[in-house]
């Protein structure tokens, strides 16, 4: 039987979603060598035959960052504009970035019914297959200015959810949430110096679920319970998961070998 590290070792289909925090400085402003590097990380792995689906928050940041904002807008409609504008920048600078590596990229912005329509989800899988096979990096994110669950903290709700609904939509064999956070904690370490990284979780139990904080960054939507809930939907679809410190985009080099990093959420193997 194969371990959860050959199964790291031998993932062809990858999800890798980037939190706000990892794509901002505290400003709100753009993190430009950060992205240059995600980008230089994940054209290598397309370049060695993996497909890649990257999966990206960031749009209400980098938003509030052109428009010189300080704080993140109060009103639905305010983030829905700020979306608007940050979506448009983000992509500018994917495409700029992914194509000094040799790679193209490719938009895909969705809404929860996808997963609830037949017809529609058919027509994402199609999509995603399809541009994966032509070598594009598909770049994801809900379509804020249309959908409101993002900014409402409904259906979706956050990009951790979003990703994993992905991961399940092509059958991806890992998804790796690179945050601002090394992993999966005993405690919160914020308040615990005795709080200990946990290296594996083999089930996503109802006192794990308690126990986990629902804060997130200013300029993020996510906590680790949002992950947690995540972990749990993509360990039940068979699916490996990773949270770790997307601090260094390299460290998915390290992830993909097995190393211990971060916190590793097996997907179930079945009989």
């Known amino acids: 039987m194969q371990t959860a590290i050959s199964r790291l070792k031998q993932s062809k289909r990858i999800v890798v979603k980037v939190g706000t925090s990892s794509l901002t400085y505290s400003t709100g402003r753009i ?19 993996r497909e890649v689906v ?55 912005l969705l809404t929860g019914s996808v997963m609830d329509d037949p017809q529609r989800k058919e027509n994402a899988v199609t999509t995603f297959n399809t541009l994966l096979e032509w070598g594009i990096i598909p770049i994801v994110n809900e379509n804020d200015a249309i959908s409101t669950e993002e900014l409402k903290f ?3 709700g956050d990009n951790d959810t979003l ?3 992905v991961a399940k939509l092509i059958q991806a064999d890992l998804l790796i949430l690179l ?10 370490p914020r308040k615990d110096e005795n709080a200990q990284l946990v290296e594996e979780v083999d089930e996503i139990t109802e006192d794990l679920l308690q126990t986990a904080g629902s804060a997130g960054t200013s300029r993020g939507t996510g906590g680790m319970l949002t992950k947690l809930t995540a972990a749990k939907s993509i360990m039940e679809a068979g699916i490996n998961m990773v949270i770790a410190n997307g601090q260094n985009p390299g460290i ?8 211990r990093v971060g916190t590793l959420f097996k997907g179930r193997i079945s009989d």
């Open 31 to 49: 993190h430009l060598r950060q992205i240059d590097l995600l980008a230089r990380v994940l054209s290598d792995l397309r370049h060695e035959g």
């Open 54 to 108: 990257l999966v990206t928050s960031g749009a209400v940041g980098v938003g509030m960052g052109k428009l010189g904002l300080a704080e993140k807008p109060k009103t639905l409609r305010e983030k829905q504009a700020a979306s608007a504008i940050g979506q448009s920048e983000l992509m500018s600078i994917y495409g700029k970035l992914f194509s000094e590596y040799g790679c193209d990229v490719a938009q895909i």
């Open 154 to 156: 409904g259906d979706i």
């Open 163 to 165: 990703s994993a609904m």
């Open 179 to 188: 945050s601002d956070i090394d992993g999966l904690y005993s405690a919160d």
């Open 252 to 259: 998915v080099y390290d992830i993909i070998e097995g190393k």
